[in-house]
């Protein structure tokens, strides 16, 4: 599953239901710890064979057609939960920071774009999140960590939280192999070390903070992590696992 700028007066392919979009429930879900809301950051396409390897474009393309260049629409979908005091962010797909190139390359569509409608349903700002979870660094999945000012400089996107990424995938975004190279960006993670911000996690945890557990394991790139919300109704965002 793929889950899925400034931040300033702006702020406050499958397409999912209302609800897996972040509408419809203007209070969240309560899974008793949380409420949970989800969001999207936009669209982009990618080749529908690289996505679904081995299996026949006759049996995936039925799901989610390809357009004229092979490509299928990918979602960049996020979590947003609020409670016990924090403002919990799992996941900042987007690419805003990527060259015109790039973007035109990806086809990114941040039109359909529904969090800044959900900060502010919930009633927050970015600068009251407390905490970010990455499954990992490819910019689907971590543009949106950082910002470019005006003037040019990479921050953090929410300069009080704290953002967690596995130790080992951290490693290895500063020096991916050939084949996921083109997917890692540095100004999306680097700037969090700088900043200080950034929890490099060894493994597994349980309770990172309260009602949360971190799963580790590789999948489509190293040492990946999912995101385990306990509650009355657990959630788990896998990224792309």
């Keep these: 599953m793929r889950d899925g700028s400034d931040y300033g007066s702006d702020y406050g392919s499958d397409h999912g239901s209302d609800h897996a979009s972040g509408h419809g429930n203007g209070h969240g879900v309560d899974t008793g710890t949380y409420r949970l809301f989800p969001m999207m950051w936009g669209t982009f396409l990618l080749d529908g064979g690289a996505m679904f390897g081995v299996i026949p474009k006759t049996m995936w393309n039925k799901l989610i057609p390809a357009d004229a260049d092979n490509r299928i629409a990918m979602t960049m979908r996020s979590l947003l939960l609020v409670g016990g005091g924090r403002k ?34 919930a009633g927050i700002t970015p600068e009251e999140v407390t905490d970010v979870f990455l499954t990992h660094l490819h910019f689907d999945h971590a543009s949106e960590a950082t910002r470019r000012l005006p003037s040019g400089e990479i921050v953090p996107a929410f300069p009080r939280a704290r953002y967690y990424v596995q130790k080992r995938h951290y490693e290895h975004a500063l020096a991916p192999t050939e084949r996921d190279r083109a997917s890692f960006f540095p100004d999306d993670f680097v700037p969090l070390r700088e900043a200080g911000l ?23 790139t190293p040492h990946q992590q999912a995101v385990l919300v306990k509650g009355k109704t657990s959630y788990l965002f896998t990224g792309d696992n």
């Excluded at 996941?91 to 569509?109: F, P």
């Excluded at 950034?198 to 489509?220: F, N, Q, Y």
Aim: charged share 25%.
């Design 88 to 121: 919990v962010v799992i996941e900042c797909g987007g690419g805003r920071k990527l060259s015109e190139k790039l973007q035109q390359i990806y086809h990114l569509d941040f039109s359909g774009e529904t969090v800044p409608a959900t900060f502010a349903r």
């Design 198 to 220: 950034l929890e490099l996690v060894d493994g597994p945890v349980k309770d990172i903070i309260p009602g949360v557990d971190l799963l580790a394991g590789s999948g489509h």
